[in-house]
């Protein structure tokens, strides 16, 4: 169908009203003249700290062990307490050797292992190991990953020497990475096929020298394969590890009045978290007597609870970063089995790794600020006074030391007086 | 009665589809607003005269035009525009386009006419921002304050209209304003400590919205003395714009005077192709001083207008007229500020543009460019603007 020319130029005038429409720019002026006094926002802050702002619910902890964190624990009097070994057994090693000559795939069942090295990844950050020595150590019994403890190989058996029962040494090496973060325990072609031999009870890695706590994980046992056949052939091998998991004595300790929250055993405390209902209309402390303004009415640009960390004894305390979080509490009447809700979180400050509402412990750090401005505002919106919340670490067992704070937070609000600019 | 409908209809699409008031000028900020003129470009590329032309002329003017209209008829009027601005002694540019006009008219039965029309009134939209610094939290934050006002107010004209002879026509009807402003107040931080580890702070945003509303009145007279001259007169007003908020009990309502408005203009043929038109205009807003006390104050408007076109006799079925004119008008509403008000700003302009009519007048496009220049230093405010307008008239015959 043609369009007849006067409809045609119609058409023409509106698509091309469609296209410049969208262009359009607000005239801006700068500059404090030119701000309308009633338009100026006013931003405060504010330190809450009464004693009855938290109240404790309970303590809880021994929700997780070793079997649920992702790395080991080597520890030797550190503390002056603590002492940990980590076992683990290799089960996968192969049956056979493939290799190819002159185009021609072969595969031989005979073959011999080459000289290895056991490879420790070493979280510097997390582990004091400044004059540390691993020894690795071959287990002189059976023992089972999902049931060994310091005293006990297995649910039925104790160890013949407490913190896993000792066979010969097989190697050692400092604690403290020459370069980059692994650390290579030596091993000879004899240990190596032992050690791959599937009933090889497994190994034990401890720690002697100065006192130290040594966070690693293992990427392996790298050796090399001879077939039989071609003596002259090497073939690059690692050897995985299988099941793995560490003991140690004794007991993170529990506190008596401190909070705590993180830890091998992820212990977690539950508070009850008294919310203002009215905060200063201008700021903190208040120049004079200026009343106060509802929270619900205000914008909350930020609020934190402050926590302030103590020391933990028997070297259980946190090295490297912890990674706090609050959740709240459903049913907090459960104590410890009380389930717990979503993340205390703003998720417009959701980044691509991190979640806001957690806070980070460093070393050093004297206060720990978990930001919680957006859930606060809500909570103040939906006339809540009071909500229980549960302070842990996360993921749970994700660091080993656990982190105790005083029995009480401050709550720290940055808040906006709601401001309109009137008509003329 | 087809067409009718589909122009009526077309008259919300483009209502809708974008505002009869965009973003013009930083005056827009000062008093109510920035008076705007619900004129076709044809009026427009002759400085603004917008009554007592000959042929047809759809300005939202004179309500007595549709009484010479020879068959109903849709008129979209299209308006870019590009403007610098000087406050303060920062320079900005902003660009907009916008339906200042969108007119549906026809004649009826016996000597009647009826015209339903959208048009600008008073532009709100602009923006003011400011920054500084703040310790908050033992971190300093630098802090920028926005207050972005959007809307304004627009005029909807209903109008009936009557040929008491071949050379006297009268009009009346009356203009529903309708509109809203919306108030975004926004405020950021960003932390000025780039060594520490500083609490992200949510912005601050706060939102108030009126919604205008109000009723007046308008009449008109046309008369041609002779042949080739036109003169009219127009007035409106009564009655006051109401802006109530919406949605927020702490806002505060307001209600403004509207001001008396009186139009005069005509337009005389000097040669066979050459015709002179002149135009002046009072809208009495000074009525609203007193509103608007603490914002600078309102006095009278006023403004005269002239131009000329030039239509060469042509053969067949089209034409294509040229034309140029110019205008002044003293702006009613001034900047307020702590340390003193403003002067009141004015607004010059030179205009010039064409038209082109097809098949046999059933269609026309008029087109007008504008060279304009608001207010002065002593204003507080010194603007120059290019501004264009479209307009397409379709005639149902």
Redesign the interface.
Known sequence: MRLR???F??AA??A???V??C???????????????Q???S???VLLSADSLTVEVGRFSDYTGPGDAAYLIVADDFGGVLDAHALVRFTDAPQSVQFSSGGTTFIDTAFVYAPGNLIARVDTSASAAAGTVLQLWAVGQEWSPANTTWERATDSTLWQEPGGTRAELLSEASATPSAGDSVLLPLDSAQVARIADPDFPGLLLTARGAPGRVRLTLAGLATALRPASRTDTTIAQTLMQGPRTFIFTPEPPRSVGAWEAGGIRSARTLFRLRIPDRISACGDPPPTSCGTVALEDV????A?LLFTPVPVPGGFGPLGTTTLALRSVFEPGLGRAAPLGPLVT?Q??VGAATV?AQGRLAPGDTVV?I?I??YLQSVARADSTAVTLALLGEPEAASFGVAWFQPAARL?I?Y?L??????? | MRFAVRGVCLLVT?SA??SPL?????L??S??GLPGEALDARAAALGGVGLGLAGTSFSLVNPAFSARLPAPAIV?T?Q?ER?R?D??G?E????????PLITVAAPLAGRWGASIGYGAFLDQ??????SDS?E??GERFL?R??????GGVARFRLAGSYAAGERFSVGAGIDLFTGS?V?N?V?F?TPLDSLGVA????????R?E?EYDGVGVNAGVEWSPRNGVILAAAGSGGGTLD?TPVG?T???A?SYSLPLALHAGGSARLTSAATVALAGRWKGWSRADED?R??GGARDEWGVSGGVEYDPPSSGTRSFPLRVGARYTALPFRRG???GDFDFPAERAITAGAGAR??RG??S?DLAGERGWRGDAGAG?DESFWRAS?S?T?FGR
């Open positions: 020319r006067p409809h130029l119609f005038l509106c091309a009203t469609v410049t429409a262009s359009d720019d607000i005239p801006t002026a700068s500059g404090e003249d030119a701000f309308p006094p338009g100026r926002a931003t405060f802050d914008t909350v640009n930020s934190s703003d417009r400050f806001f600020a930001p401005g957006q720290r940055v906006t709601p401001s309109r600019t009137p008509l003329p | 483009l589809l974008n965009a973003a013009q000028s930083l827009a900020g008093g109510l979209a299209f870019p403007t601005s406050f303060a920062s900005s540019d902003f660009s907009t386009s916008r339906f939209n602009f923006a003011f921002q400011r703040l908050l939290a802090v304050d926005t207050v972005r006002t959007s402003r108030v107040s405020r931080f609490t992200p702070l949510l912005p601050d945003a706060g108030t009126w802006a927020d702490l806002a505060q307001a608007l603490d914002s500020a702590a340390s097809f098949a059933a269609a496009i405010v479209l397409l379709l």
